[in-house]
């Protein structure tokens, strides 16, 4: 039987044998993590210094986004035109929709600036999955959600010691409340290691695995759809791209769900470092 080949170029949008399709001796090229690994396309992967696609889509990504807000805001009208009209929807989405309603707008001015940033930049990692020759979602990569979680991690961190000092924070971390009794040391240990282990842990992967997924599903109809393309297989790979394009349109709603998710917590964990303990 032939083998599925895995594609040498970097730069390839699938990682399948093009050759290959239904009736003609070899199996189905299914997609697996060969399909989320991309070699460098400069430097050398065995030192640990090296720039591949992902890199450069996150950098693209990120130069898009400051160029997009820096010709909307950089000689700003009172009439808005309908780039600056757009930016400003965005901004204000945030700002009053996220920020607002979770730390209130006394506290959460100040922090406008980083959750606008951060949502912007993660609905643009994800966009790159449906976006013709990236089509790949950075944030499938667990090393890009898990910076920015850390991000995340150390500003609550941080917040809840200057706020309430190290005995403060220390109660904050781990739910203290006298009024449970006996069960007060389970508690705390329990709400010590949610917080401080599990939950950067839990919003890095939140983020990573519904790319993944979504992604992968991707791959599985698109390359079905390829593979199909032959004799009375031809039949299946219609409905096969029909559910491509679902699928495109579905992953648009998750990529801004999931954005919209990842600075909810932040603010939610931002404003639980700013409360007051009782």
């Not at 600056?84 to 965005?90: K, L």
Request: net charge neutral.
């Amino acid at each position: 039987m032939k083998e599925p080949a895995v594609s040498a170029d970097p730069t390839q949008t699938l990682a399948f044998d093009t050759s290959c399709h239904l009736f003609d001796g070899c199996g189905f090229p299914a997609p697996g993590l060969h399909s989320f690994l991309f070699k460098p396309l400069w430097g050398d992967a065995d030192s640990n210094v090296y720039f591949n696609k992902t890199m450069l889509l996150a950098l693209l990504g990120s130069i898009i986004i400051v160029g997009f807000f820096w010709a909307a805001f950089a000689r700003p009208k009172v009439v808005p035109g309908k780039l600056q009209m757009v930016a400003e929807a965005g901004y204000d989405f945030v700002r009053r929709g996220v920020v607002y309603e979770t730390i209130g707008k006394k506290e959460g001015e100040k922090y406008v600036p980083l959750v606008v940033s951060l949502f912007f930049f993660v609905w643009m990692m994800n966009l790159w999955s449906i976006i013709p020759v990236a089509a790949f979602p950075v944030t499938a990569i667990i090393s890009y959600p898990a910076v920015l979680a850390g991000i995340v991690y150390l500003l609550w961190v941080s917040l809840t010691f200057k706020r309430h000092g190290f005995v403060g924070a220390f109660k904050n971390f781990t739910g203290y409340d006298k009024t449970l009794g006996p069960v007060l040391p389970l508690s705390m240990t329990i709400e010590f290691f949610s917080n401080l282990l599990v939950r950067p842990f839990t919003h890095a992967v939140r983020l990573f695995a519904n790319m993944f997924a979504g992604h992968t599903l991707l791959l599985l109809f698109t390359i079905a759809s390829w593979y199909m393309l032959n004799g009375i297989g031809i039949a299946y790979s219609g409905v096969s791209f029909v559910m491509v394009i679902v699928m495109t349109a579905f992953e648009l709603f998750i990529q801004a769900v999931q954005a919209y998710v990842f600075v909810l917590l932040t603010c939610s964990y931002i404003q639980g470092a700013l409360a007051e303990h009782h």
